[in-house]
Nanobody, 115 residues
């Protein structure tokens, strides 16, 4: 099993920054890739950024140049640095981990950007 706990969400003004953290525990060795997803009210969950075990990253076009995904293996933690935040970034952000058997999800952390 894999356990994921997000933190770092909150209320920020447009143009500001936040850093989300995802603490990983359990069968960490079985994880092939991890990512951040978000779901805004009334919208479907969308993939924001992903990172593989070889540190290959991928981003949704709307966050390119503003968000950076990274991981610290020693701390078993994944991060999402979010800069130049916009009102449309407001959503619940979820951490996810993919193993061969299934995907694992955190409980989510709210990010609210005021304009």
């Amino acid at each position: 099993q894999v356990q994921l706990v997000e933190s770092g969400g909150g209320l920020v003004q447009a143009g500001g920054s936040l850093r989300l953290s995802c603490a990983v525990s359990g069968s960490i060795f079985s994880i092939n890739a991890m990512g951040w997803y978000r779901q805004a009210p009334g919208k479907q969950r969308e993939k924001v950024a992903t990172i593989t075990s070889r540190d290959s990253t991928n981003y949704v076009e709307s966050v390119l140049g503003r968000f950076t995904i990274s991981r610290d293996s020693a701390k078993s933690t994944m991060y999402l640095q979010m800069n130049s935040l916009k009102a449309e970034d407001t959503a619940v952000y979820y951490c996810a981990a993919a193993t061969k058997q299934r995907d694992w999800w955190g409980q989510g952390t709210q990010v609210t950007v005021s304009s």
